[in-house]
T-cell receptor
Framework: EAQVTQNPRYLITVTGKKLTVTCSQN?????MSWYRQDPGLGLRQIYY???????DKGDVPEGYKVSRKEKRNFPLILESPSPNQTSLYFC???????????FGPGTRLTVL | GESVGLHLPTLSVQEGDNSIINCAYS??????FIWYKQESGKGPQFIID?????DKRQGQRVTVLLNKTVKHLSLQIAATQPGDSAVYFC?????????????FGGGTRVLVKP
């Protein structure tokens, strides 16, 4: 089944404790991106990647890092999480040249 | 389920009626538009897309209309069903700009009454 998977689905952590949210897609898509979704603010892009080893900032990159060492994986790293990063996070992928993005199921992160 | 928005505009529709969801987009140069559906606890799911060289596109039970003059996009759902209850987002994209980033609207919640 073609899909985007994220892990973990739910995470409660404390301020300053480094964490990684994994994202993997099995559709051989070149383009991957991370979004956060907050009430009243909709979906905002954090980082995106056009292909392996090619990443760039989205609209709200502060406090986040990403890497793209393999085509299928695009982990989101929070080196020192803060409470304002409490949010619902979505990973997405799409084929280059196509507009349709496929979204993962989401990761609910709470930073205390 | 997950809450995607506490202050979303809400459209209440009787089962079997047609729904019309509206979206005003921001960039007159955007050349591609998508509608997504997000059910509680899930990620957004693609419904239908349209390019700026078209003003109407039809899918299964859905039709998207694009009015570039007033930067307006609408999604029509025919014979709305309980499974259509969700939050609907429009998104716009300008090809070639900033990695072909999608910019999402705030969303509309659709509630289908039996």
């Amino acid at each position: 089944e073609a899909q985007v998977t994220q892990n973990p689905r739910y995470l409660i952590t404390v301020t300053g404790k480094k964490l990684t949210v994994t994202c993997s897609q099995n559709m051989n898509h070149e383009y991957m991106s991370w979004y956060r979704q907050d009430p009243g603010l909709g979906l905002r892009q954090i980082y995106y990647s056009m292909n392996v080893e090619v990443t760039d900032k989205g609209d709200v990159p502060e406090g986040y890092k990403v890497s793209r060492k393999e085509k299928r994986n695009f982990p989101l790293i929070l080196e020192s999480p803060s409470p304002n990063q409490t949010s619902l996070y979505f990973c997405a992928s799409r084929q280059q040249g196509r507009g349709e993005q496929f979204f993962g199921p989401g990761t609910r992160l709470t930073v205390l | 389920g997950e809450s995607v928005g506490l202050h979303l505009p809400t459209l209440s529709v009787q089962e079997g009626d047609n729904s019309i969801i509206n979206c005003a987009y921001s960039n007159s140069a955007s050349d591609y538009f998508i509608w997504y559906k997000q059910e509680s606890g899930k990620g957004p799911q693609f419904i239908i897309d349209i390019r700026s060289n078209m003003d109407k596109r039809q899918g299964q039970r859905v039709t998207v209309l694009l009015n570039k003059t007033v930067k307006h996009l609408s999604l029509q759902i025919a014979a709305t069903q309980p499974g259509d209850s969700a939050v609907y987002f429009c998104a716009e994209k300008l090809t070639g700009a900033a990695g072909n980033k999608l910019t999402f609207g705030g969303g509309t919640r659709v509630l289908v009454k039996p």
